[in-house]
């Protein structure tokens, strides 16, 4: 969620030499499946998929859409569930927050603490994570605030997927600890 391509810098450097890498924006709906059917109609007739977080829960819908067009998949730190209520309450105050002018401090003060435990590069990491919302904007937050809202439960999905699937948590994650995984 309000993260860029440069969330995969590292990735991008290591693999763009060998490998055809395609990163599509998760900015222009609110709506989970608008913004899979969008990446679908730019997408290659097959392809690898793999996204963090909010990716993977638009990922998750691309593969319910379009199963016979994913190769492979990764999903990284994400839940297939549905949001519960107290999400739900909680996105309606960040987005009433960041509508007001304040998205730098729901960003900075409410969600990227959130994001990552304590380690070497955390500061220059969230900073990062910072510019990319910032970049982004208000309209970005509150669109996929609301296609976070509304998500559907993708457990059947998951359960149907007959591909290659990498599925990559955190031990201490705090929004997607592996029991949700």
């Known amino acids: 969620m309000m993260c860029d391509a440069r969330l995969f810098g590292p990735q991008v450097t290591a693999l763009s030499g060998t490998q055809t890498l395609q990163?599509?924006?998760l900015s222009g709906h609110?709506?989970?499946?608008?913004?899979?059917?969008?990446?679908l109609a730019h997408a290659p007739p097959?392809?690898?998929?793999t996204g963090l977080s909010m990716g993977c829960i638009v990922a998750m819908e691309i593969v319910r859409q379009a199963p016979e067009r994913v190769e492979r998949l990764a999903l990284m730190d994400t839940?297939?569930?549905?949001?519960?209520?107290a999400?739900?309450?909680?996105?309606e105050s960040q987005m009433t927050k960041a509508?007001?002018?304040d998205l730098v401090s729901v960003m900075r003060d409410e969600m990227k603490p959130n994001y990552l435990i304590d380690g070497p590069r955390r500061n220059q990491i969230l900073d990062l994570f910072l510019d990319m919302a910032v970049g982004l904007g208000t309209d970005v937050f509150v669109r996929q605030s609301k296609a976070l809202q509304s998500r559907p439960d993708q457990r059947d999905?998951?359960?149907s997927i007959c591909l290659p699937t990498l599925i990559l948590c955190g031990e201490d994650h705090l929004l997607c600890p592996p029991e949700r995984h």
């Open 79 to 85: 839940n297939p569930e549905p949001d519960v209520e």
């Open 23 to 25: 990163f599509a924006p």
């Open 46 to 49: 097959r392809f690898a998929l």
């Open 87 to 91: 999400v739900k309450a909680a996105l």
């Open 30 to 39: 609110a709506d989970v499946g608008m913004l899979s059917s969008k990446i």
């Open 99 to 101: 509508k007001a002018g």
């Open 157 to 159: 999905t998951l359960r």
